[in-house]
């Protein structure tokens, strides 16, 4: 299966770089790294930095559902546990946030392993199920600690600290940008190359029909376990970021519940399932969305409900179906 199907692939249908996607790059990295400073506006960087890192979430979140077809109901609780793991870490023993960055994507990577050693032999409804029930768990976990959580009291984080002479204060806000947009660059960077790795075509093939991809000798487990773990290992990471760039912590349904877990499947759906760069986009569209619609409270998530059924029926591409016309 390996060898053969990836040399089986045609090469206009191979990844490659050319001088037109270079140039895209380029803009792309122009307009995230220009506007913020030129607006000058802590409104407009606060929204640069939410649209970029759920959007950044919602392309890991794409590797699972979008490269393999698997779905994780409880991903907010996965988040949860990349932001706990490294805000408690700093709390109680006072390991350094940038430290924190790793601990808490080895923590959510260990416990995505396990949770897919227990899901992953299922199929359809019963892995969203199991998954969703997995999300709960943690997040009733960490309420139900306060001795060590802080639980719904709230769990203050550290904010990183200054390095390479930048002030990492919480209202130098433009410094946690630039930082999330290296994050992002790396993370994008790494699925990029992953899907298009054997690995990549590997889950592709699971995607397509996991029976067939059997009957051709690849282990299907093993490969959902890879997809399952290296995507809760990043998942951890954007956590434990998202821990020391908000300030607090709580575990609410809001923040690692059902309702950011719809918000990611949104951004992920409406950026095209099997895109990755799709989410991205998605991020700045649906967030700038939110703030806009900000006045109807709750009443936002009904209209992400909607946006995510029109794209279902209608354009189950997403924006990235949409590019041929933007480029």
Known sequence: MTATTASSVPASQQSRVTPMRVAKVVVLLALLIGIPPLVDSPFITRVFISALMLGTIAAIYDLMIGYAGLINFGYAGFLAVG????????????????????????????????????????????????????????RYTISNTPDFTRGMQGLSTAPFTDILGLDFARENLLNYYFLLLVLAGIIMGLLAWLVNSRIGL??????????????????????????????????????????????????????????????????????????????????????????????????????????????????????????????
């Open 83 to 138: 932001a706990y793991g490294s805000a408690l870490a700093s709390f109680h023993y006072g390991i350094s946030p940038w430290a924190g960055l790793l601990i808490g994507g080895v923590l959510t990577g260990a416990v995505g392993f396990v949770a897919g050693i227990i899901t992953l032999r299922l199929k359809g409804l019963y892995v969203a199920l199991m998954t969703f029930f997995t999300g709960e768990a943690i």
């Open 202 to 327: 590997a889950f592709k093939a699971l995607r397509e029909d996991q029976l067939a991809t059997q009957s051709l000798g690849l282990n299907t487990t093993k490969y959902k376990l890879y997809n399952f773990t290296i995507a809760s290992f990043l998942a951890g990471i954007m956590g434990a970021y998202y821990a020391h760039y908000i300030g607090i912590l709580s575990p609410t349904r809001h923040e690692f519940g059902v309702p950011r877990t719809v918000e990611i499947l949104t951004i992920t759906y409406v950026g095209g399932r099997g895109s990755l760069w799709g989410a991205l986009f998605a991020g700045f569209l649906l967030i700038g969305f939110q703030e806009y619609f900000r006045g109807l409270g709750p009443w936002r998530l009904v209209l992400f409900g909607s946006l995510l059924i029109f794209v279902m029926l209608f354009a189950r591409r997403g924006l990235a179906g949409l590019k041929k016309y933007v480029w």
